[in-house]
């Protein structure tokens, strides 16, 4: 059987507003990306009566074997959208866990994406909304990653509008689970996307945005606050700004120049952090 080669971006939350809460689930808005660090997934038609599912790469210590690819799977085949097929996958994990940068959600949108170009899952769009709904909240946002825009009542706004951002993407040797994060939120933020536009995405009007998770990070991880005040001395930054409920915090940039120069800059003063230069895509 073809194996096909699946490149699994990792979504980046340029900006992140906490505005309420609907029985245990907040209520958010955010402005998002993609970025050209992705994990790689191999995968191919196998005979038998299960999925493989194998993890490998750096970032691939101690995941669940109850995962969100695991879970999909389960999905699909407890409706039988895959028609008693089974594959074999294999995930090479280059983005960090634990991150906010959604990388076990992307990993199940990217192979959702992928059933649904070549024809082999056929779903309406109830369909797909409710199926992404029971893998994750993020989910839905990386079936055809573009730019978007998540309104408050879960609506998402997609653009195709490169904003030509360089980043660099640092994280310390620890990750924030989202569920200890979003339990300390304690106010809210008045809606700022319902109305999504275009424009939202010009570097002037992000640079003036927040994450409303960052406080509540950064007071349980002094260290956060530390590395994100130290980018912030780095030249020609547009902004800093910690992405999804941490642990990863990235600058952006004009230029690529700019970017080589702070990813340097970085390096010298935290070696034994992960950190990567990257673009918006």
Request: with cysteine.
């Amino acid at each position: 059987m073809k194996v096909f080669k699946i490149k699994s971006h990792a979504k980046i939350n340029l900006a992140l507003n906490i505005i309420g809460k609907k029985f245990r689930l907040h209520k958010i808005e955010s402005i998002i990306c993609f970025i050209n660090l992705y994990d790689l997934i191999y995968i191919k038609q196998i005979s038998g009566n299960s999925h493989k599912i194998i993890f490998k790469g750096k970032f691939s210590k101690n995941i669940s074997k109850k995962n969100t690819v695991s879970t999909l799977f389960d999905l699909l085949d407890k409706k039988n959208f895959l028609n008693d097929k089974k594959f074999k996958v294999v995930i090479i994990k280059n983005i960090p866990q634990q991150a906010g940068m959604g990388g076990g959600s992307m990993n199940a949108a990217s192979l959702i994406d992928f059933f649904l170009k070549s024809k082999t899952l056929r779903l309406k769009n109830k369909e797909l909304i409710k199926l992404t709904s029971q893998i994750g909240s993020d989910v839905i946002l990386g079936i055809k990653p573009a730019n978007s825009i998540l309104s408050s009542n879960g609506k998402i706004k997609k653009f195709n509008k490169n904003i030509n951002l360089y980043t660099l993407v640092v994280k310390p040797n620890f990750g924030c689970t989202t569920k200890a994060i979003y339990s300390k939120v304690k106010s809210f933020s008045k809606s700022k996307f319902s109305y999504p536009k275009k424009t939202m995405f010009n570097k002037e009007y992000l640079k003036n945005l927040d994450n409303d998770l960052e406080n509540i990070a950064f007071k349980k991880y002094p260290k956060l606050k530390k590395i994100k005040s130290y980018l912030l001395t780095t030249q020609n930054n547009i902004f800093v700004r910690m992405s999804g409920s941490g642990s990863s915090i990235v600058a952006y940039f004009n230029s690529k120049r700019a970017c080589d120069k702070a990813y340097k800059k970085y390096k010298m003063k935290f070696n034994s952090h992960w950190y990567i230069k990257s673009k918006t895509i």
